[in-house]
Structures are given as structure tokens and as C-alpha cells.
Nanobody, 125 residues
Framework: QVQLVDTGGGLVQAGDSLRLSCVAR????????MAWFRQAPGKERDFVAA????????DYVDSVKGRFTISRDNAENMVYLQMNSLKPEDTAVYYC??????????????????WGQGTQVTVSS
């Protein structure tokens, strides 16, 4: 059974940092693009960042560029999201996602097949 487990959320103040982690179980995800999405209360689930399976290239939504860094450790089946200079508008439930094998990066939910359960990030002003 394939399972993504995302952890690392919490309550922080504006300007603080957090690192989210996602472990993939039940399958080796080295050939899958991986991503993070987030969903704020009353809003749609939105793309945040993605990392390719092939060359480690990345993609970010404009609002987090320069503040967030996505990375992966294929040997450990892990994906990370380092979040610096957090802002109140970053408050959301963050979800790890795994895409279609051998596929390019995508920004849409339908580009991803597997999802974590979500971890809450709350940034106070």
C-alpha cells in the first residue's frame, strides 16, 4: 500500500522558519515528481513547489520564491520543504504529493496521484 506521511507543521511567528518532511512508504519514488500543495481555510488547494525525479529541477509559485526550498532524498524516499521568512498568508494545511512516474513537473492536482494527510502550518503576525 502506497502512503505519503507529511509532518513538521506547527504554530510559528512571522519571520520564523519551519521544515516540512514527507516520507513515502510502500514504493520507491525516485522516478516520481514530488510536490507540495497547500490549502487555506475556505480556499482551493494550491500548488506551492515541485521537484523533478530526473535532474532535481524545481518549480515554485511566485509567492514563495526566495523563501521556500523543496528538496528530495531518493535514498531515504523523503521530500522536504524548507520554509523561511514565513508570513501569516502562508497559513494553511500543507500536503505532500507524488506525481505520475517519469513525468515532468506539474502544477495541477491532477498531475499527482498520491497525497499525504496534510500538516497544519499556522503563522501568527
Amino acid at each position: 500500500q502506497v502512503q505519503l506521511v507529511d509532518t513538521g507543521g506547527g504554530l510559528v511567528q512571522a519571520g520564523d522558519s519551519l521544515r516540512l518532511s514527507c516520507v513515502a512508504r510502500g514504493r520507491t519514488f525516485s522516478s516520481y515528481p514530488m510536490a507540495w500543495f497547500r490549502q487555506a481555510p475556505g480556499k482551493e488547494r494550491d500548488f506551492v513547489a515541485a521537484v523533478s525525479w530526473s535532474d532535481g529541477s524545481t518549480d515554485y509559485v511566485d509567492s514563495v520564491k526566495g523563501r521556500f526550498t523543496i528538496s528530495r532524498d531518493n535514498a531515504e524516499n523523503m521530500v522536504y520543504l524548507q520554509m523561511n521568512s514565513l508570513k501569516p498568508e502562508d497559513t494553511a494545511v500543507y500536503y505532500c504529493a507524488a506525481g505520475h512516474p517519469l513525468s515532468p513537473l506539474g502544477r495541477e492536482q491532477y498531475d499527482y496521484d498520491y497525497w499525504g494527510q496534510g500538516t497544519q502550518v499556522t503563522v501568527s503576525s
